[in-house]
């Protein structure tokens, strides 16, 4: 890593169903730092779901805000942020981010994220005729990105409470200690 990074923060990044938000919060909860989930930064912005900008605006209107949030956590210290599974993709995100916060990529198979999130019916990329191929298909696409975190940590056979101690890990390898 550049050593002209100031890594004051942790984000998550990956696709939806990888435990993110969980780590997240643990992670946060241990270090005592703030936690801060960017869709739901931007559900407070907006007054609407994720869901209803999706339908109502478009994925690119809604990619638009995320690159807002992004612009805003670069002021925040000592915060983890929980990103959206696509606002990696965006390059000037994924840039924004490493400016202040350890990236670390959560990471497990198309068939697992499938099992945790099947139920779900606020995502609104899983409504598609078929989900388990939308799945495939949006992770292979993203990967890329995906790669260009810090850390990759694979959730599939870890415990949320194992993953959220490897994060507090790296971190505390990467940056000022705390």
Known sequence: MPSSRRIV???????????????????????????LDTDEMIQSATGKTIA???????????????????????????TVISAGGGLP????????????ALVVCLWASPAKIWERVKNQTHRPLLHDPDPQKKIRDLLAAREPFYKQADILLNTESRSLREVAQQVIHQFRLQSDGR
């Not at 984000?11 to 005592?32: C, N, P, W, Y």
């Not at 390059?91 to 202040?100: E, G, I, W, Y």
């Open 9 to 35: 923060n942790i984000a998550l990044i990956g696709f939806m169903g990888t435990g993110k938000t969980s780590v997240g919060r643990l992670v946060a909860d241990q270090l005592r730092f703030n936690y």
């Open 52 to 78: 209803e900008i999706f339908f109502a605006n478009g994925e690119p209107a809604f990619r638009a805000l995320e690159e807002n949030v992004c612009q805003e956590l670069a002021a925040k210290n000592q």
């Open 89 to 100: 993709v965006a390059p000037q995100n994924m840039a924004s981010l490493k400016t202040h």
